[in-house]
């Protein structure tokens, strides 16, 4: 299939409403944690049950996936997230809220897998790295525009009218899935949806020693990017007195950072394999991870120095996520939707996970946020390179990059 402007956007919205969820939100924290009479941290317990939901949810989506063809599934979870972000513009306890943005990410889930198993469906190997890196540059808009977003209409209508504009977005999403994107794969009633059946089926991508050390080198990846998330809104308000404007303008710069990489990324390929490529971010990355640990241990971080070192970490986001995505999923055509599933699965397990730590942990200084975030570069980069040269080497010998 040639790549049409509108079905890479749909694709690329798809890919982005999750973490749209995440970052329209960000800048009601303070708000929300007032009319909810709670605190910020209690309200930060949202997120790291919207990241559970996502891991929960992508496991059960993958399956249904395959059996039932792409676009079914994905309509229903569109509606199911539209009916979700509805009930949380109505909560009047944070459990509540806690308990629907749960709810809401195991109907988002399924845009993520979706777009990403039909990337794997419609085009050659040689050509996905570089569809990825089309769809996250549109994966890194939502950050840098989405607190603006929710902080605008936080100010025009209050912090309840983010969320219906998340059940609008996913409304119109629906729309437009059905008008551009084709049915990538039938449906296939040989695929069991029996509870054993479906173990079975994630036993054997996880035999894979391809799929399972670069889901998890991306899955690394990805929680240094929600530590960053869960803990920027309370250090960067509370603790450096940014207003919500500000904040919606730092987050955005940093964003950036993930849009930059990606779009290097896509145009190093001329030059780079991409498992070479893989390499050099994982070690860049982690380079500029230390750095940040060291000034923070030594109290030297300004705030102007932080977002810049958040920045170029982000950067490096940009090649680790797409390229260690395309190496898990290379192995896998018909059931690529419970590979696709099983690799967000682990990205969003680990990112609750640091993300949870951060909000436990946060006490308005830099550690909480900072230390995750080291602590995942340097686990991805450890990864790669124990186990890759060792023990994956051989079974990418013949796979395209």
């Known amino acids: 299939m040639k790549p049409t402007v509108l079905s890479l956007l749909t694709l690329g919205l798809l890919m982005a409403l999750a973490p749209f969820s995440i970052d329209t939100y960000l800048p009601a924290f303070p708000v929300m944690a007032q009319q909810l009479h709670t605190t910020v941290s209690a309200v930060a317990y949202s997120l790291t049950s919207f990241f559970l939901g996502l891991a929960v949810g992508q496991l059960l989506c993958g399956p249904l996936l395959d059996r039932f063809g792409r676009k079914k599934p994905l309509l229903a979870g569109l509606f199911l997230y539209s009916l ?17 943005r749960f709810v809401l990410a195991v109907g988002g889930c399924v845009g993520m897998v979706a777009s990403r198993a039909m990337v794997r469906d419609l085009y050659q190997p040689q050509e996905i790295a570089g569809i990825l890196s089309t769809l996250l540059l549109i994966l890194g808009i939502s950050p840098i525009l989405a607190p603006t977003v929710g902080r605008l209409i936080l100010e025009l209508a209050g912090w309840r009218a983010i969320f219906l504009s998340m059940a609008l977005l996913s409304l119109s999403l629906m729309v437009l899935v059905i008008r551009t994107l084709p049915e990538s794969k039938p449906a296939d009633a040989s695929i069991s949806l029996r509870p054993r059946q479906i173990l079975n089926e994630y036993i054997q991508v996880l035999s894979s020693s391809v799929f399972s050390v670069h889901a998890l080198v991306a899955g690394l990846a990805s929680a240094g990017l929600f530590s960053f998330i869960a803990g920027s809104p309370q250090l960067l308000m ?10 919606s303008y730092a987050f955005g710069f940093c964003a950036g950072g993930l849009v930059l990489g990606s779009q290097i990324n896509r145009f ?14 994982g070690r ?22 932080l977002l810049l070192l958040v920045f170029s970490y982000l950067v490096f986001h940009g090649f680790i996520n797409p390229n260690a995505t395309t190496l898990a999923l290379l192995p896998f055509r018909q059931n690529a939707g419970s590979a696709s599933a099983l690799a967000g699965c682990l990205q969003m397990i680990l990112g609750a996970s640091f993300s949870a730590l951060v909000s436990y942990f946060s006490d308005g200084s830099l550690l909480p946020m900072i230390i995750p975030m080291v602590l995942a570069s340097w686990s991805g980069l ?6 890759v040269h060792h023990h994956a080497s051989k079974a990418l010998e013949g796979l395209p990059t």
């Open 84 to 100: 979700a972000a509805v009930a949380c513009a109505y909560v009047t306890e944070v459990h509540w809220l806690i308990g629907l």
């Open 382 to 387: 450890g990864l790669q390179q124990l186990v």
């Open 238 to 247: 509370d603790t450096y007195h940014f207003s919500q404007a500000d904040f």
């Open 284 to 305: 860049l990355q982690a380079g500029f991870a230390l750095l940040l640990g060291l000034l923070g241990i030594l109290d030297l971080l300004t705030a102007p120095l």
């Open 268 to 281: 190093a390929h001329q030059w780079k394999t991409t498992p070479e490529l893989l390499r050099i971010a």
